[in-house]
């Protein structure tokens, strides 16, 4: 009985208007042969996240589109400011 894992390469999916990065990747798990199982993995940047850690992809995307602009209106949109209410 050998098990083996094929790990299919990370996709990098932009979600507009704020540009949130998703990468998805997926690992698939052989048993003699036979696929037993898929596990996908999906890991979420939201703007203005810390992605040092991050691929060098992702860093590039983050440099790339989360300008100070893309970064407040996406606080703006996450953190609307308090409304009074009605009277």
Not at 40 to 68: E, H, I, K, L, N
């Amino acid at each position: 009985m050998t098990i083996t894992q094929q790990i299919t390469p990370a996709q990098l999916v932009i979600n507009y208007p704020y540009f949130q990065i998703t990468v998805k990747s997926e690992k698939t798990y052989i048993e003699d042969g036979v696929k037993k199982d898929t596990v996908r993995d999906f890991v979420y940047y939201q703007p203005g996240d810390d992605v040092s850690a991050a691929s060098a992809d992702v860093q590039t995307v983050a440099a790339a589109m989360w300008t100070p602009a893309v970064v407040a209106a996406y606080e703006a949109f996450v953190n609307p400011p308090a409304t009074p209410p009605e009277a």
